[in-house]
């Protein structure tokens, strides 16, 4: 990312601001809009659009339209980005500070972790999520996913690039609404639909609320193989996502039950 051997790494001046570093910092735990970040920030508008646009530019925070409401946009942290940026930047330093970044390893136990992810139809992204976590973890956190108006059924694209991709199957599941779940207790509730991010209800104080703002993949009616090129590409996305997930909830102190 230097330009030379005696430059100041990209990444070492982009996150070195105070503010920037604030915005990296919040967007970790997941997409967020210019105002919210201007809340958390305690920063005006227009200087955290600005610090925005350089790390955009930057390559480490990526931009996309809300699906509620087309004028907004959430913001997102390339985390795989920053990782590359991370070893580079110690490669330039040392060569024996150039870290590989691997995937987490499973701790010998997992905390006894409730998750939720939601959507809007329960029959595309958030089961899709739903399985790999539950995956990824061997089945050792609890994991269900609902949507606030679930479809009749399973999305048959959903269903064929976790069979394909992933040796899940999930074609006899069921959509789910949220207000089955009232009086359920979440360690983390994710909303992966900008449209129920808002109209998600609470499950306890204690529930840790996390967005990741993806796309319908069935939102356009594509025919093949666009169709299933969007529903590969939502799946690669959300498993990014979900690995990422995992040394958080690994470090996540258990609630008292």
């Not at 915005?23 to 970790?28: D, F, I, R």
């Not at 490669?91 to 010998?108: D, K, S």
Request: hydrophobic share 40%.
């Amino acid at each position: 990312m230097a330009s030379s051997s005696q430059a100041t790494p990209a990444f070492v001046r982009l996150a070195a601001h105070p503010l920037r570093w604030r915005l990296l910092t919040e967007l970790a735990a997941g997409d967020l809009r210019v105002r919210e970040l201007t809340a958390l920030a305690g920063a005006p508008q227009n200087l955290v659009s600005y610090h925005l646009r350089l790390l955009r530019d930057g390559g480490l925070v990526t931009a996309t339209r809300s699906s509620r409401d087309g004028r907004d946009s959430y913001y997102r942290l390339d985390l795989d980005r920053c990782a590359q940026a991370l070893a580079g930047a110690g490669a330039a330093l040392h060569p024996a500070l150039r870290g590989v970044p691997e995937p987490p390893a499973h701790p010998a136990g997992w905390p006894r972790l409730s998750v939720l992810f939601a959507c809007t139809g329960n029959s595309a992204r958030s089961p899709i999520a739903e399985a790999l976590l539950r995956r990824h973890t061997s089945g050792l956190v609890t994991v269900t996913s609902a949507g606030s108006r679930p479809r009749p059924q399973m999305h048959p694209q959903a269903v064929r690039v976790l069979r394909e991709r992933h040796g899940i199957d999930i074609a006899d599941r069921r959509p789910r609404h949220l207000g089955t779940l009232r009086g359920r207790r979440f360690d983390y509730v994710i909303t992966l639909c900008d449209k129920v991010r808002e109209t998600c209800p609470e499950f306890g104080d204690h529930a840790r609320r996390i967005h990741w703002s993806t796309p319908d993949p069935a939102a356009a009616d594509r025919p093949e193989p666009d169709g299933h090129a969007a529903f590969d590409r939502t799946a690669a996305d959300i498993d990014t996502r979900v690995r990422h997930l995992l040394p958080v909830l690994a470090h996540t102190p258990e609630a008292p039950r």
